[in-house]
């Protein structure tokens, strides 16, 4: 074989090596930034203002936790009892994940009978939604409600230092029903103030 013809295989050995090369180093520096990108970014839940996409607002502090369990209260000769458990959620607005208190709740009258109960929704379709704390204190957690004909909120703090008392405030965001078609025969969420305890 002549040398030049020698030069030219060895030339183009080498360009299609470095090509190679360049091409893997190339699919290498994709997965890294992929990877990198593709992971969660954790803020605390008290963080302030809009989160990024994608970012998870966690309970770091377990800020939340005194609030999990049942609570029970008495209103107007009615015994409330709602179970709070925490979860992540996604938020589809904001396309981010945040640690929330979500709660499922019953009525029960007089002589026990239950009046009414969401305990048989899923977590995630449970009626009562942690929005966030209403002071830097944590003592004071605000929650928004729903059910068939009415929302609002109720503000809830712990009236003892060992957190197993605490207040429950009702805030209505509709005083008139309009149709009460499938509505319950009174509000599922008591209206007025009451103090839960901790079972």
């Known amino acids: ?69 049942t609570w029970k209260g008495t209103f107007e000769g009615k015994t409330f009892m709602i179970t709070f458990t925490k979860i992540k959620d996604y938020d589809t607005l904001g396309k981010y994940y945040k640690d929330r208190i979500k709660g499922r709740y019953k009525m029960l009258d007089t002589s026990g009978n239950q009046l009414y109960s969401t305990y048989n929704l899923p977590e995630e379709k449970a009626k009562v939604s942690s929005l966030g704390f209403v002071n830097s204190t944590k003592a004071k957690l605000r929650f928004y409600f729903s059910d068939l004909c009415i929302g609002g909120q109720i503000v809830l703090n712990f009236d003892n230092p060992q957190k197993t008392q605490m207040h429950y405030i009702y805030y209505t965001e509709q005083e008139m029903i309009v149709d009460d078609i499938g509505c319950a025969p009174y509000n599922e969420m008591p209206r007025g103030e009451f103090t839960l305890t901790k079972q």
Do not use: H
């Not at 990024?52 to 999990?68: F, I, M, Q, T, W």
């Open 1 to 69: 074989m002549d040398t030049e013809v020698l030069q030219k295989i060895i030339v183009l050995k080498f360009f299609n090596l470095k090509f190679i090369i360049m091409k893997n180093l190339l699919i290498i520096f994709s997965l890294i930034f992929i990877g990198c990108k593709a992971q969660q970014q954790i803020i605390p839940l008290e963080t302030k203002g809009w989160p990024a996409e994608g970012s998870y607002r966690k309970d770091l502090n377990n800020d939340l936790d005194p609030y999990v369990g």
